[in-house]
């Protein structure tokens, strides 16, 4: 082999091995989302976190989120414990941005509703509180009667 063939032919190698590289891996779960949250490591039972949770809701999301009545903002949040993963509910509310751009469901919602959740900067503490309490008002009769 002569010299500059040779040379090409290593240049090759190399800048295939380089795209190699450069090949975005998607590691996107569509179960778990994106976020810190790697699983669920509370008691969502707790009357306390519950509280807490209430008054977020009450303070943050009834702009756009509703139990029994319908809203056009945004989705009922009636058995929303029962539809997602809890992880995926947690990592999205203190992850809503990147999750909205890489959420095929949310992707969906978005052209329904023609609007993009706000973030809310929710810390852990927040974000489990606002599970506890969706965790409740589906699995009793909190709030039902
Ligand atoms: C300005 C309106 C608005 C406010 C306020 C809002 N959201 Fe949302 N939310 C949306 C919309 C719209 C979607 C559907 C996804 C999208 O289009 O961005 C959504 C989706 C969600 C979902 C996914 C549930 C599903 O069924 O799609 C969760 C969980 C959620 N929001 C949590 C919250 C929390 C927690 C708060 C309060 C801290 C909040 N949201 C406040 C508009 C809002």
Redesign the pocket.
């Known amino acids: 082999m002569n010299n500059t063939v040779y040379f090409y032919f290593i240049f090759t190698l190399i800048s295939c091995k380089q795209n190699n590289n450069k090949i975005p891996i998607l590691t996107y779960d569509v179960n778990l989302g994106k976020g810190h949250f790697k699983q669920i490591n509370f008691n969502p039972n707790d009357s306390l976190l519950t509280k807490k949770g209430e008054k977020?809701?009450i303070k943050?999301?009834v702009?756009?989120?509703a139990y029994n009545t319908k809203h056009s903002?945004?989705?009922s949040w009636e058995g929303?414990t029962e539809?997602f993963h809890p992880v995926w509910?947690l990592n999205?509310?203190t992850n809503t941005e990147e999750m909205?751009n890489f959420d095929p469901y949310?992707q969906k919602?978005?052209k329904q509703?023609k609007?993009?959740?706000?973030s809310?900067n929710?810390d852990t503490n927040d974000a489990k509180a606002?599970y506890s309490f969706m965790y409740l008002k589906d699995n009793t009769l909190y709030g039902k009667n």
Do not use: A, D, V
């Open positions: 977020l809701f943050s999301c702009p756009c989120h903002n945004g989705p929303i539809r509910i999205f509310m909205l949310l919602q978005i509703y609007l993009k959740m706000p809310f929710l606002l």
